[in-house]
């Protein structure tokens, strides 16, 4: 599989866990990261944070779905 290919895949995978609220399974597609959203300046460290934090946006009415993912090589 191409680099481009595996990376479709991981963001297909991303965005169908998310909508499927999926939270340990996006715990599993995720490394160390920090996610900083500068809209709210919320700065959100390691990978388990950020299923939580969107587990609790989806106590809301929250909901999410792609029409398309893109991708290209770097």
Known sequence: ?????????????YVD??????WPGLAGLLADVV????????RIRGRGRVP???????NTSWSGGEHRVLCWPA
């Open 35 to 42: 996610y900083e959203m500068p809209q709210t300046r919320e």
């Open 17 to 22: 866990r998310l909508a499927r609220r999926d």
């Open 1 to 13: 599989m191409s680099d481009t290919a595996m990376t479709r895949q991981t963001a297909q995978d």
């Open 52 to 58: 939580a934090v969107s587990r609790r946006a989806a």
